[in-house]
């Protein structure tokens, strides 16, 4: 099994900073792309941002210019640092792996979540 776990969630003043981190661990082969998505009351789940194992960025045009999606592939670990943090940026973060696992397979897995919340 593969488990991704985050932390870094927490209560921020708008224009703030955090710095979200997300670790996979388990019967990891290779890990695809990692990314951020996140959830705000009443909304869908949307993508924030993500990363290929080749290193391609993709950003939500909401965050771009304020968020910054990096990994260490060596520590199957994705960071994603938040400046500039606004109001409508509140939701519950989750991280998301696509990962190839022993014996061979290849699925999506999902962290648990954290909130952030930015008060004005």
């Known amino acids: 099994q593969v488990q991704l776990v985050e932390s870094g969630g927490g209560l921020v003043q708008a224009g703030g900073s955090l710095r979200l981190s997300c670790v996979a661990s388990?019967?990891?082969?290779?890990?695809?792309?990692m990314g951020w998505y996140r959830q705000a009351p009443g909304n869908q789940r949307e993508l924030v941002a993500n990363?290929?194992?080749?290193?391609?960025?993709n950003y939500a045009d909401s965050v771009k210019g304020r968020f910054t999606i990096s990994r260490d592939y060596t520590k199957n670990t994705v960071y994603l640092q938040m400046n500039s943090l606004k109001p409508e940026d509140t939701a519950v973060y989750y991280c998301?792996?696509?990962?190839?696992?022993?014996?061979?397979?290849?699925?999506?897995?999902w962290g648990q979540g954290t909130q952030v919340t930015v008060s004005s």
């Open positions: 388990g019967s990891i082969f290779s890990i695809n792309a």
């Open positions: 998301q792996g696509i990962v190839h696992t022993h014996p061979p397979s290849v699925d999506v897995y």
């Open positions: 990363i290929t194992s080749g290193g391609s960025r």
